[in-house]
């Protein structure tokens, strides 16, 4: 597929056949929201108080953008209070179903005064945001002191590599440090069913504000970082999905 191809595919784009869907609506697999759990806990010693970390401090809150039915929040396992922004309700019913320790809120996320929500503590997000809002939600969260410390999110691997998503980019406090490819086709969730056929790969990006970014970025076209203990990428998914319902 080429460059072009994937970048058109970024385009929300509504189907008739259901009331108001766009591609900004797809669910995060089981396996995905497990997945993106483990690389936040992984990352957030580093980020926060870590060897690498310029100015160490405590993480406060986990902040997560458009959290949807719960399929990312429900595997988180610490104890930091945790935010679920989400701007449909009858998901947030849902979420909470699944994630009640989980405080929950029925807001667009771009309307949400951070200063006012977190009072200057430290905190860090996840998200699988809609696509086509994501420079918006970055350019969001710039906003505000103090800035996230970590973000963990799924975006279309060539998401970043349009010209002028780069360069907006490149205007905010924010570096990749990390980027996970993932192999083969995610097969996001619309009403409850997988739909492995987009025409478009993605990753999961690790975000950190510049002067505390611990990693030297290398082009994303040549950064790859497999799951620990794969032999190579096609064996990244198979025996992750979890069996039965």
Same mark, same amino acid.
């Given at each position: 597929m080429t460059l072009a191809t994937q970048q058109k595919s970024l385009i929300p784009a509504t189907s008739p056949s259901l009331d108001g869907w766009t591609t900004d609506d797809w669910e995060t697999p089981l396996y995905l929201g497990r997945f993106m759990q483990q690389v936040l806990e992984n990352h957030i010693v580093d980020a926060f108080c870590g060897p690498t970390s310029i100015?160490?401090?405590?993480?406060? %809150? !986990?902040?997560?953008?458009? #959290? =949807? *039915? =719960? *399929? !990312?929040?429900? %595997? /988180? #396992?610490?104890?930091?209070? &945790? /935010? #679920? !922004?989400?701007?449909? &309700? $009858?998901? !947030? $019913?849902? =979420?909470?179903q699944v994630f009640p320790r989980g405080d929950w809120m029925h807001q667009d996320f771009l309307q949400l005064d951070l200063g006012k929500l977190f009072g200057g503590c430290h905190y860090a997000v996840i998200s699988n945001p809609p696509f086509s809002q994501a420079m918006e939600i970055l350019e969001h969260l710039a906003a505000f002191k103090p800035l996230p410390r970590l973000m963990v999110l799924l975006l279309p691997t060539a998401f970043f590599q349009t010209e002028e998503r780069s360069q907006r980019l490149a205007q905010l406090p924010f570096s990749i440090t990390a980027e996970y490819r993932l192999a083969g086709r995610v097969g996001f969730i619309r009403n409850d069913i997988a739909e492995p056929n987009r025409q478009c790969n993605d990753s999961v990006f690790v975000l950190q504000p510049v002067k505390d970014s611990p990693i030297k970025i290398q082009p994303l076209n040549e950064l790859r970082l497999d799951l620990p203990g794969k032999k190579n990428k096609r064996d990244c998914w198979d025996d992750e999905v979890p069996k039965g319902k």
């Open positions: 100015h160490p401090k405590t993480c406060d %809150f !986990i902040l997560e953008v458009g #959290a =949807g *039915n =719960g *399929n !990312i929040s429900r %595997f /988180y #396992a610490g104890d930091r209070h &945790y /935010y #679920a !922004i989400e701007s449909k &309700y $009858s998901r !947030i $019913s849902k =979420g909470r």
